[in-house]
């Protein structure tokens, strides 16, 4: 009998989550799904509620597209979200913060750990949490970094804008003598090269999307998924104007996206958000979703 395949939703704010939709390209052969709710980016300054309707929409709508798995491929939402939507969902969802975790528990040699986050990321103190359970012994040293998702979102990866913001976040953090730093928000991997000459040579930057990838990858496998023998497809979603996103994604990831579908969600109106919050709360108290 021929193993069921598992095509995969990956979710974020905007493009983001492209870096971990690259991993994914590399290490899991299955058709790819791919929605960015750019009509409200960014994410880092919205509230836990807000976050939670938001997902929440998305991941209703990604089961409709026949999504198998989801991907939370954005820190904030891994953070405010995800532990809620993973009790609720009749799916397997995944996130980015456990995988950075354990990634950046194995490189660092001096148990001093630095995070630059969004702010909804850094308050949350999941990290901390993870990193409490995992190895209690790091100390953590976490960073707001809220001028950074609209620069690259703006397509600024460059110039004297982005380094005055990247020494602004990251010459505390060297200060306190780190060996490693997390990239918590999935569009810092865009920054890559100025954060790296900043930092310099000698301190490990942890890129969780690629850790990520592989955790899917291998769930999938013990699981009996089979991989795609053909091509995987590719379908790109955006809440907000499609050929402006095209245009950007195309940008950055190197290759040119053909279409982008449009998707109008729900909006977070004060009534929709109370009855959603009402739907939600059965789980918050711990009783089991229907």
Not at 64 to 85: D, E, G, H, M, W
Not at 198 to 210: E, H, K, L, S, Y
Request: glycine share 6%; net charge neutral; hydrophobic share 40%.
């Amino acid at each position: 009998m021929e193993m069921a395949k598992a095509p995969i939703g990956i979710y974020d704010s905007g493009v983001g989550g492209l870096t971990v939709w690259l991993a994914f390209k590399q290490l899991v052969k299955q058709d790819l799904i791919y929605y960015a709710d750019t009509a409200h980016i960014p994410y880092g300054d919205k509230t836990k509620e807000q976050i939670l309707f938001y997902s929440h929409g998305i991941v209703s709508f990604l089961k409709q597209q026949r999504a198998r798995v989801i991907v939370a491929a954005c820190n904030t939402s891994s953070a405010l979200a995800l532990p809620t939507l993973q009790l609720s969902a009749s799916i397997p969802m995944f996130g980015v913060i456990e995988p950075a975790v354990k990634k950046a528990a194995a490189a660092t040699k001096n148990n001093r750990i630095g995070l630059i986050a969004t702010v909804g990321t850094v308050n949350s103190g999941s990290y901390q949490k993870e990193f409490r359970k995992l190895a209690p012994d790091i100390q953590v040293f976490a960073q707001s970094c809220p001028k950074l998702v609209p620069l690259i979102e703006a397509g600024k990866v460059d110039g004297l804008e982005v380094y005055t913001a990247l020494h602004q976040y990251l010459d505390p953090l060297v200060k306190q003598g780190i060996d490693t730093l997390i990239l918590g928000c999935t569009h810092y991997p865009f920054l890559l090269k100025p954060i790296r000459e900043i930092i310099g040579p000698r301190i490990n930057i942890v890129d969780p999307a690629w850790q990520l990838a592989e955790d899917v990858r291998d769930w999938l496998q013990d699981h009996g998924y089979a991989e795609n023998p053909q091509p995987s497809a590719e379908v790109f979603w955006t809440s907000g104007d499609p050929e402006e996103f095209r245009k950007k994604a195309s940008f950055f990831i190197g290759q040119e996206i053909k279409s982008v579908r449009f998707h109008k969600p729900a909006e977070a109106l004060p009534s929709a958000m109370e009855a959603f919050l009402g739907e939600l709360s059965p789980v918050w108290r711990g009783e089991k979703d229907q």
